[in-house]
């Protein structure tokens, strides 16, 4: 009798006391958030070390970055073959004090094997990160939600919408993918083109693989939008944007509207608060904007009608 006279005034108590402790101290939330990732490439060891301080002064031209980064160490990482070279503790450190002498701060890494995270964490407090986007063994069921979303978004029949998609997937069942980057196999003059009819929305992200894309509306922000070709969008482009992802350099994008937070083609991309920072052409925000790459610097024009 007594116990339960207890336990009733104590849950009387909590009630009472959750307003209060919802609205103090820390609350915690979920939240999407555009961190540019770097990916170590081809890398060979000089007398048996990693040279990750030259690496960065040889790499950082094409950056145009600061703040946080992610690192996606796959190509570093134990992949059970006996010539592979997995990255040490020592060569990860340098790496790290490396980028944050160019004002870059990692905050994690992606793609790692279990042991380059556990040493990554023992010995750095570097966590790992998982990566949003899915690996082949979901990639259909998870191309299918999206589609079918967004064309949902578009036409707002959902019956429709599937048959469109069912039509799609039959025709080119790799044509669209969130899985992680593939190289393109053709030129942008020879590639069909994927077409989103409406918007793509915050945390949604469409891949047109070894296709152009067409977003006949907008790209939200904290959305992004992937081709393998060209990128169209005939509405705003607040979100990323990133064109010819297997080193198609001649891939370009265009925007109808642009205030984009991220461009990429091929591997040279940058982001709005760096087109603030430094000199990058003709472009004026909120205007018809054409970006594409030569000799190896992005290059911006936008064009502002006449009265």
Not at 13 to 31: D, F, H, K, R
Not at 67 to 80: E, I, Q, T
């Amino acid at each position: 009798m007594v116990l339960a006279h207890v336990r009733q005034r104590a849950q009387q108590t909590m009630a009472m006391a959750a307003p209060a402790m919802a609205n103090a101290g820390i609350q915690v939330l979920g939240g999407a958030y555009l961190i540019p990732t770097l990916r170590l490439n081809g890398l060979t060891r000089t007398d048996g070390e990693y040279d990750m301080r030259r690496l960065v002064e040889q790499s950082r031209m094409n950056w145009n970055l600061r703040g946080p980064v992610v690192l996606d160490l796959g190509s570093v990482s134990s992949n059970g073959s006996p010539h592979n070279t997995p990255i040490r503790a020592s060569e990860l450190r340098s790496l790290i004090y490396a980028l944050r002498g160019e004002n870059l701060h990692p905050i994690g890494i992606t793609n790692a094997s279990e042991d380059i995270k556990a040493m990554a964490w023992k010995n750095l407090q570097v966590p790992s990160i998982i990566g949003t986007r899915m690996d082949d063994e979901g990639e259909g069921e998870m191309t299918r939600v999206a589609m079918n979303q967004l064309m949902e978004d578009a036409i707002g029949n959902v019956e429709a919408a599937q048959a469109i998609i069912d039509e799609r997937l039959d025709e080119a069942p790799q044509s669209v993918s969130e899985s992680s980057t593939v190289p393109a196999t053709k030129e942008p003059s020879v590639m069909s083109m994927m077409l989103v009819e409406g918007s793509v929305r915050t945390g949604q992200q469409v891949y047109a693989k070894e296709q152009g894309l067409i977003v006949m509306g907008s790209v939200n922000s904290g959305a992004e939008v992937l081709a393998d070709g060209d990128i169209h969008v005939y509405g705003t482009l607040k979100g990323r944007a990133l064109a010819g992802i297997g080193g198609n350099v001649r891939a370009k994008v265009y925007a109808h509207k642009f205030d984009a937070e991220l461009i990429s083609i091929a591997d040279t991309f940058t982001t709005c608060d760096a087109l603030e920072a430094r000199e990058v052409g003709h472009i004026v925000s909120d205007k018809p904007t054409v970006v594409w790459l030569e000799d190896g610097a992005l290059q911006f024009k936008s064009v502002v009608p006449g009265p």
